[in-house]
DNA sequence: ATTTACTGCGATCGATGTTCGCAGTCCAGG
DNA sequence: CCTGGACTGCGAACATCGATCGCAGTAAAT
């Protein structure tokens, strides 16, 4: 009757309680991971390569963790633990959720894999849970009901990930690397330019790729528009129809 | 001198000048690919499944199709092609953009895979391109700039793709299917009653699962509120700040 | 000391995306 | 009408990946 623990990993037990001790632990498991995939990408993740960059044999990280997704896991979570949350207690709702979602933008931007990682929709870890905690915590004061202020930082995380994903994008335009966004964006004026698409022909003829805004300035402004939108006064709902 | 064509699968042509009359088409393959996927979702729309869906042997696919992020993109695209834009013309911005975002939403719901499909940055295929062309249309006589009218549809997709998602996910809970949700569920509170968390935990508690709102409501309420706190008059981005 | 439970891991399985080469098919140009 | 070149369908195979099995060794519990 083994059993085998049907539970999420963050329900089981790290350490067992009988048998040698271990060679390894879940943080060099997971730091493993992200180095491999900070430098070479998620697909680089394999459960291989995790395991001979910690000197393993191929099949003994399953005595760590259950399955692949179960290492994306710990690696989410891993740099979930990144987020600072000194600069939280201001006071002000909207402030303290705006270095909320600077925060996450920087890890973000640091660890372009965890778009990708957390694109499915993955299980909240415990630093995760430690997320939530804070940004609950600053609408504590704030009159309107949980469901609503948790289906805003829902809303807000997939905000910052958009915006974040556009952002990591247009850095890797300017280098070498891609081939798909030349591609697209052939397309794009192609399509646009041949007719039948006015308004993107205008939309994309009146870029003007110098003179942009700063990142982050677009970035709190974005931010700030939608959580205003989300949990300003009801009032801003019913707007200039008339 | 067989120069592979790097280019998009958009801008390939779908048939050669000369050699024998195919025997399938890219609408067929994506076809079956949707087909597959609604039945038994992405993991399933294998080549060699899509093969032989369509009668043909395991490499046949590679004709049309340079690899299976391909195959993907004309599946995305054909169930983009159900967008109906009957509704629109109402010569109110955000009326039309609501209604664009229901289209949106069904046609999530009917395909829960494209949630999986576009996850990752993906090209836009014709049928984006009409989707964006018509949400521009709706925003043709807002005085805003080209970039924050594009800012904005980018960030209402990601919006709606939240949305979508949980809704499909609340929809699989009463299931059977899932696993992780059942976990997940039991972590959280487990984590928040544990302590250290208060309120979260005092959400978790207010939760009032009977009594929901109608979820096309909601969707409404929240799609409106995204949008005129992105697009609406700019004074409504300083709020109660004082 | 014996039992029990766990660890590391070599070998291996099944599945998947993709490539190669060949035989057959169809169109263009003479 | 014919012929050459280009394309098609596809069986076979390759590389890689996630995951499993079983065994020898080790540490804690009894």
Do not use: C
Not at 85 to 94: A, P
Not at 133 to 152: F, G, I, M, N, V
């Amino acid at each position: 009757m083994t059993e085998p623990p049907a539970h999420s990993i963050w329900l089981r037990p790290e350490r067992a309680a009988r048998g040698p001790v271990p060679t390894f632990d879940r943080d060099r498991i997971a730091a493993a991971g992200v180095a491999l995939a900070d430098t070479d990408g998620l697909p680089a993740v394999t459960m291989r390569a995790v395991a001979d960059a910690l000197g393993a044999g191929p099949a003994s990280l399953y005595r760590y963790v259950a399955t692949r997704d179960e290492l994306l896991e710990l690696m989410i979570d891993r740099v979930n633990g990144e987020i600072s949350y000194t600069e939280l207690g201001s006071g002000v709702w909207l402030d303290d959720l705006l270095a909320l979602a600077r925060q996450s933008r920087s890890v973000h931007l640091a660890h372009p894999w965890l778009l990708d990682a957390t694109a499915t929709g993955t299980p909240v870890g415990p630093h995760a849970v430690t997320y939530l905690e804070h940004a609950l915590t600053a609408l504590a004061d704030l009159d309107a009901a949980p469901r609503t202020k948790l289906e805003a930082i829902a809303i807000l995380n997939a905000v910052i990930a958009a915006l974040t994903r556009a952002e990591v994008t247009r850095r890797l335009t300017g280098q070498t690397i891609p081939q798909w966004q030349r591609a697209q964006a052939e397309y794009l004026t192609r399509i646009a330019t041949a007719g039948r698409h006015p308004h993107l022909a205008a939309a994309l003829a009146g870029q003007t790729p110098g003179s942009e805004d700063s990142t982050e300035a677009l970035f709190d402004r974005i931010v700030t528009r939608v959580l205003t939108g989300l949990l300003g006064p009801d009032d801003l709902a019913t707007p200039p129809r008339s």
